[in-house]
């Protein structure tokens, strides 16, 4: 079994490419941060600040936050590069607990938050994430107003499961294959 951490894998679907971010990403970034359509998307659950980035400096602050916590095995934070422009625009993270469990944050630059790349994205998780990251279950996050992102969800076989005071969750588990 590959260990993220010591080589991180990238994945390629029809119209993205995932791979570590990296400090080159923050200017394409940025785009995606500060954009308040997208903001109000982000599962910021657990996370120490409100991801709404408004200058390069604070993107790259961050995306140099993200690769620390990568080398610490916390978390990997891909970069989603838009193959038509090669430019990042979003990132996906994914990390495993002590439970088995997965948790996958999708931030996506508001026009590409549609089924078919959520659709897309959700693959990559489910046909890869579950190994690589040594999980049973993967839960991610989508709020009512994410109708889209729900659809996707929804079609990937992940059920709504809301956890202690937390709401908004959706879960799907290896068995689901």
């Not at 995932?18 to 359509?37: F, G, I, T, W």
């Not at 026009?111 to 078919?116: Q, V």
Request: glycine share 2%.
């Amino acid at each position: 079994m590959i260990n993220p951490y010591k080589q991180c894998p990238m994945y390629e679907t029809t119209s993205f490419i995932l791979r570590l971010v990296s400090e080159e990403d923050a200017n394409d970034l940025l785009v995606c941060y500060s954009d308040p359509k997208a903001q109000e998307l982000f599962n910021i659950d657990g996370f120490p600040v409100d991801c709404q980035f408004t200058t390069p400096e604070e993107m790259l602050k961050y995306i140099k936050f993200w690769l620390m916590e990568y080398s610490q095995e916390m978390y990997v934070r891909f970069a989603v590069v838009d193959k038509a422009t090669y430019k990042a625009i979003g990132t996906v993270e994914m990390f495993g607990s002590e439970e088995k469990t997965g948790i996958l944050r999708i931030d996506l630059d508001s026009d590409y938050e549609n089924e078919m790349f959520l659709d897309e994205l959700l693959n990559v998780a489910i046909r890869h994430f579950y190994d690589v990251f040594d999980v049973e279950c993967i839960v991610t996050k989508a709020i009512n107003k994410a109708t889209e992102r729900i659809k996707s969800l929804k079609r990937a076989e992940f059920e709504q499961k809301d956890f202690n005071e937390r709401s908004h969750y959706y879960q799907r588990s290896r068995s689901g294959i």
